[in-house]
């Protein structure tokens, strides 16, 4: 097993105040059949909240500085996505989720200052991008960026029929310099849930193939200041066997933590309770951690809840996190 730092053990954070995890839209270029968004959410008609410059307004106005997840869908098709970007990273730090098959990224590079921009997690989504002939999209832009100084990395999504033919994928993007870091599958396949359902054979799999990526990784994970919130190195620990269950902790979601979703709204974490919203501009954050009441990306709960008994330590490294060097 590989080993890694727990987000709650690290000390030194980039200096941000508030991330948010922000699923701009649902829409998407591809159509995985494990995508959480159904097919008419994937094939939605884009309908932006509001010009990128309002949107990218209100964070600065908030006087906060923000770390934005930005997600979907694909992002790089949401419309001025570039500028958007371009926008944000002039006071605040982004991340990304893409399937890295967009034109558009090659304005991206040539735009967005790579210092302000945290990670991109690019998604392999072999079946789709076999179907639409993206491979060499996928490898150049993937490749482009990381000669351009993103800090890029390439995940795929376990699903149980890649498992028989995933060494000969791994090894055929490996040789073009693209290494692939296995993705718990999180949902119901042909009727078994996962990543419950996997058998013990493919959680050998995929250990063997995360080990192999982690070589790879390891020292470009080494130079960060933290690790990337959206990690797949965590799946082999803490979502192989089943997914975490946090409610009745404290967690800092509200505070230090936020989902945007489509509408704009910002919520504390979950759909009831809505604390802000970015296209009319308001946002009442909470002031300190609270209990956790929903099931949600596991990933920021890893990050932003507070195990029992270990209160007084994440709040010094809350601390830690808006003073952090840049
Ligand atoms: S690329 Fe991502 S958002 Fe698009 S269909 Fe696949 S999993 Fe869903
Ligand atoms: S689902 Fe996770 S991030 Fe959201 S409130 Fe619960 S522990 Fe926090």
């Known amino acids: 097993m590989t080993t890694y730092i727990h987000p709650a053990e690290i000390t030194v954070r980039r ?18 059949g494990y995508c959480f968004w159904d097919e008419d959410a994937l ?11 309002r949107l990218a307004g209100f964070f600065d106005r908030t006087e906060l500085t923000w770390l934005l997840h930005l997600t979907g869908g694909e992002p790089f098709i949401y419309p001025d996505f570039v500028r958007l970007c371009s926008l944000l990273t002039r006071r605040h730090l982004i991340s990304v989720n893409t399937n890295a098959d967009s034109p558009h990224i090659r304005a991206f590079i040539d735009e967005v200052n790579p210092g302000r921009v945290d990670f991109i997690n690019c998604g392999v989504h072999e079946r789709e991008r076999q179907v639409r002939r993206g491979t060499r999209r996928f490898v150049t832009n993937v490749l482009a960026m990381r000669s351009a100084g993103f800090d890029v990395f390439v ?5 149980p029929d890649l498992f028989e033919t995933f060494p000969e994928l791994w090894r055929r993007y490996a040789s073009e310099g693209v290494v692939v870091i296995p993705k718990a599958l999180r949902g119901t396949h042909l009727g078994r849930r996962y990543p419950g359902g996997y058998t013990e054979t493919e959680r050998a799999l995929f250990r063997e193939y995360t080990a192999r990526a982690a070589e790879f990784y390891a020292g470009q994970f080494g130079r960060r200041d933290e690790p990337p919130t959206v990690n797949p190195f965590m799946d082999e620990h803490l979502f192989l066997e089943r997914l975490p269950d946090y409610r009745g902790d404290l967690c800092e979601a509200g505070h230090l933590f936020v989902r945007i979703v489509p509408s704009g709204e910002i919520r504390r974490c979950g759909p009831d309770d809505v604390i802000g919203n970015v296209a009319e501009h308001w946002f009442s954050r909470r002031d300190r951690a609270s209990i956790c009441d929903v099931l949600e990306c596991p990933y920021f709960c890893e990050k932003y809840r507070l195990p029992p008994g270990d209160a007084g330590r994440r709040h010094a490294i809350a601390s830690r996190m808006r003073r952090g060097p840049a």
Do not use: H, Q
């Open 15 to 32: 200096p941000y105040d508030v991330e948010g995890d922000w699923i701009l839209f649902s829409t998407c270029n591809y159509r995985c």
């Open 43 to 53: 094939g939605a008609k884009i309908e932006p909240i509001a010009p990128v410059e």
């Open 155 to 159: 995940s795929c999504v376990m699903y």
